[in-house]
Nanobody
Framework: QVQLVESGGGSVQTGGTLKLSCTAS????????MGWYRQAPGKERELVSR?????SRIYADSVKGRFTISRDRNTIHLQMNSLKTEDTGIYYC?????????????WGQGTQVTVSS
C-alpha cells in the first residue's frame, strides 16, 4: 500500500507561482511513476502532468511551458509559474500507473489551488 501526502497549495494572483509537493510512503523509486491531476469546480478530473518511473514526462497542453514536474526519490514536485485563473482547482497526486485501468492506483487527498485576478 502506498500513501501520498500533498502540500504546497494556496491562493495566488494571476501570474504568480506555487510549488506543489507530494511524498509517497514506502519505497516506490524505480517501480512507480507519479503525476498530478486536477479538478476544477463542476469539471472532471484532468491530467496536468505525469512522470514515468524511467523519467519521461508529459504535460497537458494548457500548462506546457508554465509547469514543471520533477521528482526526488519518493517526492514529486510541480512547479507552477505564470498561473492563470483557469488553473484553479484541487490538485491530486497519483502514483503507480495502471495501464489496464488508465489511471493511478494510489491517490492523495488533494490540495487546493486558487488563482484570482
Amino acid at each position: 500500500q502506498v500513501q501520498l501526502v500533498e502540500s504546497g497549495g494556496g491562493s495566488v494572483q494571476t501570474g504568480g507561482t506555487l510549488k506543489l509537493s507530494c511524498t509517497a510512503s514506502g519505497s516506490i523509486v524505480g517501480t512507480c511513476g507519479m503525476g498530478w491531476y486536477r479538478q476544477a469546480p463542476g469539471k472532471e478530473r484532468e491530467l496536468v502532468s505525469r512522470r514515468s518511473k524511467v523519467g519521461s514526462r508529459i504535460y497537458a497542453d494548457s500548462v506546457k511551458g508554465r509547469f514543471t514536474i520533477s521528482r526526488d526519490r519518493n517526492t514529486i514536485h510541480l512547479q507552477m509559474n505564470s498561473l492563470k485563473t483557469e488553473d484553479t482547482g484541487i490538485y491530486y497526486c497519483g502514483a503507480c500507473w495502471s495501464s489496464s485501468r488508465a489511471t493511478y492506483n494510489y491517490w492523495g487527498q488533494g490540495t487546493q489551488v486558487t488563482v484570482s485576478s
